[in-house]
């Protein structure tokens, strides 16, 4: 008898333990009761424990497990959707609503609106919630109004409820959704923000015509340039094809205001600026005036010699290129080395706050105004 089988405890054969094969290792994350909102690669898919959710990073999730499957499919339709699904595509993966119930209560969804849910946590981005809302109202809904607006940079985007478009919708809007139905929603007026359908600027921009002060209509438009996304000709055309909607009339005021060409552009604002200084009975300045530089001569719009002020006009057609913007800075800076002072100012301050102007151009004109 061997050493191994002296030890070997009376009555009990000799066997092997059998070898299973360890489970892929998975990084996790388990929320405290206060957070609230997970890190954003612990997203898909959720474990539930006792003590709250388990958050499981996908990333290394999945290069360990075999893609394919029912939850591999909510998932994947959930990370395009911002960590929302609907219930008609729950139901395309072959889930009844019986078992979609059983996974709502089990944790692995969560109700966000009327036939949409969030998959593996309750904590979502307003991206998430504006995605939600527009599965909610069904096939072709898009955001739009104050929510439309937020998304394109044009707004905050904040309000009780979160506004869907969706043409030819009838009944009541479910509960958190504003939805507004509309039957000239056209293929130009849709398009699709970070992953989210939504209203064009332009009709983003009438929209919130009809629904918003004009101080915040204007903002809005001011946004929409500096962002590089407004297009004067789309927003005609839209006018247009619009005639009676409420907020027509507010929007091609609030143009006419924003507009930069036509009788805008010089000499126009020319024209209209000279008009302000014989009105605030200002002395009359030199128009289209040559200043010799050192290494150059340029040609000042409006000057007056002995205070050695300058006044350009600038209209956004021509001043807001990259190569306008770089020439006017250092033309500024040059002629403030030479002794000059500059100042500009646009249309919108000529023709609807001339007051303003007027008494900031006072000042500068004054024997005790100072340059700084």
């Known amino acids: 008898m061997t050493s191994r089988e002296a030890r070997q405890p009376p009555g009990l054969s000799r066997c092997r333990r059998p070898r299973i094969a360890p489970e892929p290792e998975l990084a996790s994350f ?15 898919p959720t474990m539930t424990a006792a003590d709250g959710p388990i958050y499981v990073d996908m990333e290394r999730f999945s290069a360990r497990r075999p893609r394919g499957g029912r939850d591999w499919s909510i998932a994947t339709e959930a ?17 009844t609503p019986h078992a979609v119930q059983q996974r709502v209560g089990a944790g692995r969804l969560f109700r966000v609106f009327q036939g949409t849910y969030s998959v593996g946590h309750p904590l979502l981005s307003r991206e998430g919630r504006w995605m939600a809302a527009v599965l ?15 998304l394109w940079g044009l707004g905050r985007g904040e309000g009780s409820r979160i506004d869907v478009t969706a043409p030819g919708r009838r ?15 056209s293929a130009q007026d849709r398009t699709v923000v970070a992953g989210i359908p939504c209203t064009s600027v332009s009709r983003t921009l009438l929209d919130l015509a009809g629904v918003v002060r004009e101080r ?37 005021i609030a143009l006419d205001v924003h507009d930069p060409r036509d009788e805008r552009a010089n000499p126009g604002l020319e024209r209209a600026f000279l008009d302000l200084c014989r009105r605030g009975n200002l002395p009359m300045p030199d128009v289209n005036f040559p200043i010799d530089l050192p290494d150059r001569q340029v040609i000042a719009d409006f000057v007056w010699r002995q205070p050695r002020l300058i006044v350009e006009t600038d209209d956004l057609a021509s001043h807001m290129t990259n190569a306008a913007f770089e020439s006017d800075r250092r033309r500024d800076q040059r002629l403030k080395v030479a002794g000059w002072h500059v100042i500009r100012c646009t249309w919108r301050q000529v023709t609807a706050d001339p007051e303003e102007l007027t008494r900031t151009l006072r000042s500068l004109l004054a024997p005790t105004g100072r340059f700084t």
Request: aromatic letters at 2%.
């Open 216 to 252: 915040e209509l204007g903002h809005a438009i001011t946004q929409a340039e500096i962002h590089r996304v407004f297009d004067l000709n789309a927003l005609r055309e839209l006018i247009a094809r619009s005639r009676g909607r409420r907020g027509v009339a507010r929007l091609r």
């Open 79 to 95: 990370r395009s959707q911002h960590g929302v699904v609907s219930l008609a595509q729950l139901m395309a993966t072959g889930l």
């Open 171 to 185: 009944g009541r809007s479910p509960a958190g959704i504003a939805a507004h139905r509309h039957g000239s929603l």
């Open 136 to 150: 909610a109202c069904g096939p072709n809904a898009v955001l739009s109004h104050r929510s439309a607006a937020g």
């Open 30 to 44: 388990r929320a405290p009761v206060s957070a609230t909102r997970a890190p954003a690669s612990f997203n898909l």
